[in-house]
């Protein structure tokens, strides 16, 4: 079993709709990344949360640690933020992170 | 904005060979990571380095790879012997502060290791 499982794995939406991706983790983590993987390959941290909810422009990331899950939304959805989301556990007292393999989304205009 | 920056872009090498993959921190970060994604698959830790020596490292991370900190700005990742599935996308990163101290890692483009 995966430590952190993401869902949906691929996503398609219209320009304009609230988007959600779902991240799970198994393990005990200090911290959550989400990052952003461009279609060339470069990634970008989003957000690095370990409590509550983060906002940033159009989007939101929040984590309940109780549950061991986080979710990334996108309100109004556009185009270019067609990318691969991926969530990262960061394990206490060190620097290893675990990822998920990522959800592919697709807006179309 | 300050970034990490990685060369090249992309490499390609033949089996055997040795491969030196170079990262430039943020100058006033402290911490440094490696990781890989093979096509297709998961981004995976490889290593995390500070104060001029490892931190942590996976079990990816065998006598055949090595890191580096050369000078004050290079960051290197060395593969001694290439195999083809060393093959992959590999990203350097970099933060001010450890992960338990809450502090965010910044990606580099990463470099594309053709192995043939």
């Known amino acids: 079993k995966n430590e952190v499982e993401q869902s949906p794995q691929n996503l398609t939406a219209q320009e304009g709709e609230f988007i959600t991706i779902n991240c799970s983790y198994s393990?005990?983590?200090?911290?959550l990344h989400w990052l952003q993987q461009h279609p060339g390959g470069g990634i970008v941290s989003l957000f690095m949360?370990?409590?509550g909810k983060k906002k940033h422009g159009r989007l939101i990331a929040t984590i309940n640690i109780q549950e061991k899950h986080s979710s990334l939304h996108i309100t109004a959805s556009h185009p270019r933020d067609s990318a691969v989301y991926i969530c990262?556990?960061?394990?206490?007292?060190?620097?290893?992170?675990?990822f998920g393999a990522g959800t592919r989304l697709t807006v179309k205009p | 904005e300050p970034e990490v920056t990685q060369t090249p872009s992309h490499q390609v090498t033949q089996m055997g060979q040795e491969v030196i993959l170079r990262c430039v921190p943020i100058?006033?970060?402290?911490?440094f990571y490696w990781y890989r994604q093979i096509l297709g698959q998961k981004v995976e830790f490889l290593v995390s380095?500070?104060?001029?020596?490892?931190?942590?490292k996976s079990e990816i991370f065998d006598d055949q790879f090595s890191v580096e900190r050369p000078d004050g700005s290079n960051f290197t990742l060395k593969i001694r012997s290439t195999k083809l599935e060393d093959s992959a996308m590999y990203f350097c990163?970099?933060?001010?502060?450890?992960?338990?101290?809450?502090?965010?890692?910044?990606f580099g483009p990463g470099t594309r290791l053709t192995v043939t």
């Open positions: 949360l370990s409590s």
């Open positions: 380095f500070y104060n001029n020596e490892i931190s942590e």
């Open positions: 990163a970099s933060s001010e502060g450890g992960g338990t101290s809450g502090y965010e890692q910044y």
């Open positions: 100058s006033n970060h402290l911490y």
């Open positions: 990262a556990a960061l394990i206490p007292f060190g620097n290893d992170m675990r």
């Open positions: 393990v005990g983590i200090s911290a």
